[in-house]
């Protein structure tokens, strides 16, 4: 993924319902703010059965390679 010139690697698991990264992560794409601006705020649960917050979303383009 590559924006204004900086080159960065993504990881995307094809088989979960929802991506996640660290809250600290593509600070390049701007953070839409769950329950704002039409982004439902959600509810996740990871594989240890712990919660998970939902800060939002980040819209990344990804071109072929």
């Given at each position: 993924?590559?924006?204004s010139g900086?080159k960065?690697h993504?990881t995307?698991?094809?088989?979960?319902?929802?991506?996640?990264?660290?809250?600290?992560?593509?600070?390049?794409?701007?953070?839409?703010?769950?329950?704002?601006?039409?982004?439902?705020?959600?509810?996740?649960?990871?594989?240890?059965?712990?919660?998970?917050a939902?800060?939002?979303?980040?819209?990344?383009?990804?071109?072929?390679?």
């Amino acid at each position: 993924v590559e924006m204004s010139g900086e080159k960065t690697h993504i990881t995307v698991d094809s088989g979960a319902a929802d991506s996640v990264s660290p809250m600290n992560w593509g600070h390049q794409f701007p953070l839409q703010a769950a329950g704002s601006q039409g982004i439902p705020k959600r509810t996740f649960v990871a594989a240890s059965g712990n919660a998970m917050a939902h800060h939002g979303q980040r819209t990344v383009k990804v071109h072929p390679f």
